[in-house]
């Protein structure tokens, strides 16, 4: 993975700490060690002969917090990396288009809050249009199409031709089609309009597009 | 030895019926299909199509899935030489001399002497496989839990020792690993640890769902950071056969490759992710003139790829002899396995001759289709290495989710590969590596289990762990291997293996 780092910074040097990676890193350890300690502080320990259910993950959380101290005391004493550069707009939009995906797939209850079941056929494209926008180059009209050509393919293969047990599309769907017509009829159909929709898309607004990149030329972010 | 000839054509009997010929093919073509897609390596492949073997039979299921991790693999290569994007951490290699000889217009030539190099280790480890599964299976009959344990250890050790950077965070990464593992009811006395009080989290962290999200979403993440052009070769790929020249020069890295990578991969601790490491600096030593690499040596290429894959396959041997993954992947085969209602270990060779020997002898027809699928396909993949990666993660994200929600159907499985792709990415950020942790989560759970018995075969005392013989042998050796990297002068080596 050392091809894809950028070039080495030179160390800056910001009062004491020489390794700020590794001053995070040590806190970051620190606390984790903290939240098992305090999450396992009701169990037993129990003895070496009968260990209870503490023993190991109280042994382990005062491993992680020593590795962790250590790590504080050497960003202190070694020269080492800088933090990388962070950005939230990545992880924002990632986990909320994950977020989004979990909630609308099927019926989920959290205490009083509950959502709708809307199955793959929004729960797909919108995870691909909010996750989209996790880079500063989404296009709308891209990711658009992009959902209405993957859902349709992901409904056929997952729903129909593999027969996992996902919810593919809402129960009210059903009523907007003829009342004999069985589900893997409507999934057909309803990934069919898709794709339709996909393509008339696509024709309808091929000429908008500014000049046209070429492909090979693109710079790709990675 | 008539016994070997004897289990090989029963694997073969099954591997090449119609249906597991065909099942071998398909999951070598889609394995191939999402490992070529850059930033996706072998582990977030086979979670994500994971579901899809739901509805096969054991042995077809299992069939397909090596068939998706050889494809997987193979595809991280192609990515590699025409990207210069290696897909996970063996494929590093290949890069180096890979992409050069691309952009000289021999992509062509590197891809088919890795194919072919592959080919060849895949054979050879094929053989190794079925050699040493019937001898170390009754190996296994004599480790009782306090060996297990010790074995266990010494795989977390080499671990440590072989992951990149410093020692230190990999030991953190290993114990923040186990510790994760014991979240959940406690098998014994069936109390909640660390749960939050969430009913969801009783039964502990699903494997799936922590690789997925380690792997696969926290990479979106830190591609998402990295504004790089993605240098797509633009040359011609050229032909695809290496000429005699090149067979030549390649046929000795070929085979010091596959030694190399068939007794890497065998060690438990993910030896194999050191086979092509090794195999480099060894060609690069033995060249005449090392200067040539990193500018297109064939070597590079031949050697390196050899060794990646004959220690992808020989990495099977700890999980079907001793039921240990020796790495990540080999994880994910537990948890394909368990799903079909097969508890991987010693038992299944006796209990289930069909499923181990079909799917030892599937291993060669696996290679067998790479060479057969990939070489005419090159066009195709170097297409999809063309579309932007803007549009590639929103797909990969949707195929992710899909993929996870299929094996448990629940949406919290869902949101949690958000929560542990975050903590990827945040463990990255803070120069953690994530590959040692997983392997802590795959082992925390047996390791737990024996240590409790052979604590209470022996009433308590620690001391049983140095006075049985062979586990007192593995822990020496575990001890040893930790001094020995941390001496100084050989940290310097190795610090070198791992930046070349």
Not at chain 1, 140 to 168: E, W
Not at chain 2, 185 to 201: A, H, I, K, N, V
Not at chain 2, 248 to 265: A, D, E, F
Request: hydrophobic share 50%.
């Amino acid at each position: 993975m050392s091809v894809l780092h950028e070039g080495p910074e030179p160390p800056r040097h910001h009062g004491p700490v020489r390794a700020p990676q590794s001053l995070a890193g040590g806190i970051l350890l620190i606390a984790l060690a903290a939240l098992a300690l305090w999450l396992t502080r009701d169990l037993d320990q129990g003895t070496l002969n009968a260990m209870g259910p503490a023993m190991l993950p109280r042994w382990l959380a005062i491993g992680v917090g020593l590795s962790g101290i250590a790590l504080l005391v050497l960003s202190f004493m070694k020269d080492g990396d800088p933090l990388e550069r962070w950005s939230l707009r990545g992880p924002v939009f990632v986990i909320g288009a994950i977020v989004a995906f979990a909630l609308t797939i099927r019926p989920f209850s959290f205490g009083s809050f509950a959502t709708p079941g809307l199955g793959l056929l929004f729960a797909g494209p919108l995870a691909i249009i909010l996750g989209g926008y996790a880079t500063n180059e989404a296009r709308l009209r891209d990711l658009v199409l992009l959902a209405l050509s993957l859902t349709p393919f992901c409904m056929v293969l997952f729903g129909d031709l593999l027969n996992l047990p996902i919810p593919v599309f809402p129960q009210a769907l059903t009523g907007l089609f003829p009342a004999d017509w069985s589900q893997k009829a409507v999934l057909r159909a309803t990934a069919g309009i898709m794709a339709a929709a996909a393509v008339i898309l696509f024709l309808t607004t091929r000429n908008r597009r500014p000049a046209p990149v070429d492909v090979a030329d693109h710079s790709g972010r990675i | 030895m008539g016994d070997f000839f004897s289990n090989l054509s029963l694997g073969f009997g099954v591997a090449l019926s119609l249906q597991n010929l065909g099942l071998a093919f398909l999951g070598c073509l889609v394995g191939t299909l999402i490992g070529v897609l850059p930033g996706v390596g072998p582990i977030a492949t086979i979670a994500m199509l994971l579901p899809i073997t739901f509805g096969l039979d054991p042995t077809g299921a299992l069939i397909m899935l090596a068939g998706i991790y050889y494809g997987a693999q193979y595809g991280g290569s192609t990515t590699a030489i025409l990207v210069n994007i290696p897909g996970e951490a063996t494929s590093v290699v290949t890069a180096l001399d890979g992409h050069q000889m691309a952009r000289q217009g021999r992509a062509g030539v590197a891809l088919g002497i890795a194919a072919i190099g592959s080919f060849f280790a895949g054979t050879v480890a094929t053989l190794v496989i079925a050699a040493l599964g019937a001898p170390l299976t009754k190996l296994a009959l004599v480790f009782g839990p306090t060996e297990y344990f010790s074995l266990m250890v010494m795989g977390l050790v080499f671990a440590v020792v072989l992951a990149r950077g410093s020692i230190l965070r990999a030991v953190a990464m290993i114990l923040v690993g186990v510790l994760l593992s014991t979240v959940g009811t406690d098998l014994e006395t069936g109390e909640e640890r660390m749960t939050f009080g969430l009913p969801f989290l009783a039964d502990g962290i699903d494997f799936a769902v922590l690789a997925m999200g380690i792997f696969g979403i926290a990479e979106i993440m830190r591609n998402l950071d990295h504004t790089e052009h993605r240098d797509v070769v633009r040359q011609a790929i050229g032909r695809l056969l290496p000429n005699k020249d090149d067979f030549r020069q390649s046929y000795k890295p070929v085979i010091r490759g596959t030694l190399i990578g068939s007794i890497l991969g065998i060690l438990p601790g993910n030896g194999a992710v050191l086979g092509p490491f090794a195999s480099y600096t060894l060609e690069k030593k033995l060249a005449k003139d090392p200067r040539r690499f990193g500018r297109g040596a064939i070597e590079g290429v031949a050697g390196p790829e050899s060794a990646n894959n004959a220690g992808a396959q020989t990495s099977f041997i700890p999980l079907l002899t001793l039921g240990i993954p020796p790495n990540a992947v080999m994880a994910l085969m537990v948890g394909a396995m368990t799903i079909h209602g097969i508890i991987p270990g010693p038992q299944v060779m006796t209990k289930n001759p069909t499923l181990f020997w079909g799917m030892i002898a599937s291993m060669w027809v696996g290679n067998l289709m790479l060479l057969v699928i990939n070489l005419p396909l090159v066009g195709m993949w170097v297409r999809l290495l063309k579309v932007p990666y803007r549009l590639m993660f929103p797909a990969i994200l949707m195929f992710c989710c899909i993929g996870i929600y299929s094996i448990n159907s629940l949406p919290t499985d869902v949101m949690f590969i958000g929560l542990f792709g975050f903590v990827g990415y945040v463990l990255i950020k803070f120069g953690f590596e994530p590959a040692p942790l997983l392997l802590g989560f795959v082992l925390g759970k047996l390791m737990e289990e024996n240590l409790r018995r052979a604590l209470i075969i022996s009433r308590g005392s620690l001391e049983t762990f140095i006075e049985r013989p062979i586990s007192a042998g593995l822990l020496a050796v575990a001890t040893i291997l930790l001094v020995i990297a941390l001496l100084p002068s050989i940290r310097k080596g190795r610090d070198e293996v791992f930046t070349e």
